[in-house]
């Protein structure tokens, strides 16, 4: 792997603490797979060397859930319900927060949130990387068969050269976590682990 500073973006899918904090909403689902692989620490690990490495890092977050979001819409997908009844990533709690070991610092580019899974659909992701040269996309976060898949597949329909980290997300179990990185994903993008993109950033 070799990767330009000048044109590669790494992008965090969804760090909130409703994922992978302890007390989080949905992190009861996700742990065990979360910590088989190690996806937090790794995803420490590749934030902070493309941070050292001079990579630009781009967040893509879920919307987070305000009073009145769905009621009067006319069609609301399965996940947008699922996220509607358990109030996921409430705007304004501690759910809705970015995990505090991966918090954007200065410089870094929050993306404007996203309402379903694609981390480009209805937002300004793929205008942020154009306009900051990038056109190289390292992807981790969260969930590797909804959020991570759609963007992934998403940003390959748009012409990016995309990397997945497959240690650095997670899912609800094995059978969704092979579907999303061994089965569908290898199609739209390169699929490898926190210490195959460490070195190549060092």
């Known amino acids: 792997m070799n990767f330009d500073r000048d044109v590669t973006g790494l992008v965090m899918i969804d760090p909130y603490n409703d994922f992978i904090s302890e007390g989080g909403k949905v992190w009861d689902r996700l742990k065990a797979i979360a910590e088989a692989n190690h996806c937090v620490p790794n995803l420490e690990r590749v934030l902070t060397a493309a941070r050292a490495s001079g990579i630009r890092v781009f967040y893509a977050m879920h919307h987070r859930y305000r009073p ?3 009621e009067t819409w006319k069609y609301v997908a399965p996940i947008q319900k699922a996220a509607w009844g358990r109030k996921t990533f409430e705007y304004g709690t501690w ?10 610092v200065d410089g ?3 993306a404007q949130e996203h309402w379903c899974s ?12 154009k306009k900051h040269g990038v056109h190289q996309l390292i992807v981790v976060g969260l969930i590797a068969h909804t959020c991570v898949e759609s963007t992934v597949r ?8 995309v990397t997945v980290v497959g240690d650095a997300t997670a899912s609800y179990s094995e059978r969704e976590m092979q579907s999303a990185l061994e089965i569908t994903m290898p199609n739209y993008a390169t699929v490898v682990t926190t210490d195959d993109v460490v070195a190549a950033l060092s």
């Not at 759910?95 to 954007?104: N, R």
């Not at 998403?154 to 050269?161: P, R, S, T, V």
Request: charge should be negative; avoid cysteine.
């Open 68 to 70: 009145g979001d769905y």
């Open 95 to 104: 759910g809705g927060e970015i995990h505090p070991a991966l918090v954007p």
């Open 108 to 110: 870094e580019i929050v």
């Open 118 to 129: 694609s981390g480009f659909a209805n937002t300004d992701l793929d205008l942020q990387l």
């Open 154 to 161: 998403f940003g390959a329909e748009l012409g990016y050269d």
